[in-house]
């Protein structure tokens, strides 16, 4: 079957009832658009739990190792080999460092 449907002053377009029926699209669904030469390929994009579920075998495996960015930052440090790591800590201001290394040099 084939379906049309009008594009607004906005470039929105409603999708017939029977097409989102048969491919499964429902309201607050994201949808991904291809261009492929002289048409485009609608598909329905994944949420992120049904990504997960997708990728489950390609995931590490157990409960996520920290809860946050900073703990995860904070391990990431802590496990750094010591000649890694200086002694003299490093306090950045935005576009201090620039200033004072042009201006002196």
Known sequence: ?????????????????????????????????????????????????EALEKNKDILPKGPPRFATDDEAIAD???????????DTPIIAVAGSWRRRHTDAG
């Open 76 to 86: 990431y440090f802590d496990n750094l080999p010591p000649k890694n790591l200086s």
């Open 1 to 49: 079957m084939r379906y049309s449907s009008k594009m607004t002053t906005k470039g929105q377009v409603t999708i017939p009832a029977e097409v989102r029926e048969a491919l499964g699209f429902g309201t607050g669904d994201m949808l991904a658009f291809e261009v492929r030469g002289d048409y485009v390929v609608v598909t329905r994009r994944l949420t992120f739990e």
